[in-house]
């Protein structure tokens, strides 16, 4: 049984920055593909980043649009956590935040049209809830 475990949401006022934290088995953290995604009452949860580790040092990571330039995905193979640092966050950005894994060696699904799609994703996390006051 894969979990994930997040950490790190909260509460801060607009402008201010938040890193969330997501801790996974090894295999997972080595072989799947691991994103950050939103979601708010009422609408469809939102992929925000991807993350995977190719070989090696190499890896691939990639954003929506609507994150882009204000969130960084990035791991600490140390301890298999994988975070999301979110700057300038926003009143919008409001939401349960949840890190989720794709079966090992899936590949990350591209970005189209500024979305990133999760049905790859099958195993999530609990979510942590961040809220952003204006």
């Known amino acids: 049984q894969v979990q994930l475990v997040e950490s790190g949401g909260g509460s801060v006022p607009a402008g201010g920055s938040l890193r969330l934290s997501c801790q996974v088995d090894e295999n997972t953290f080595n072989d799947a593909c691991m994103g950050w995604f939103r979601q708010t009452p009422g609408k469809e949860r939102e992929g925000l980043a991807t993350f995977r580790t190719l070989y090696g040092n190499t890896y691939f990571h990639d954003y929506a649009d609507s994150v882009k330039g204000r969130f960084t995905i990035f791991r600490d193979s140390d301890n298999y956590t994988m975070y999301l640092q979110m700057n300038k966050l926003e009143p919008e950005d409001t939401a349960m935040y949840y890190c989720?894994?794709?079966?090992?060696?899936?590949?990350?699904?591209?970005?189209?049209?500024?979305?990133?799609?999760?049905?790859?994703?099958?195993?999530w996390g609990q979510g942590t809830q961040v809220t952003i006051s204006a």
């Open positions: 989720a894994a794709t079966r090992p060696y899936a590949a990350c699904p591209k970005v189209l049209s500024g979305t990133i799609g999760t049905s790859e994703f099958i195993h």
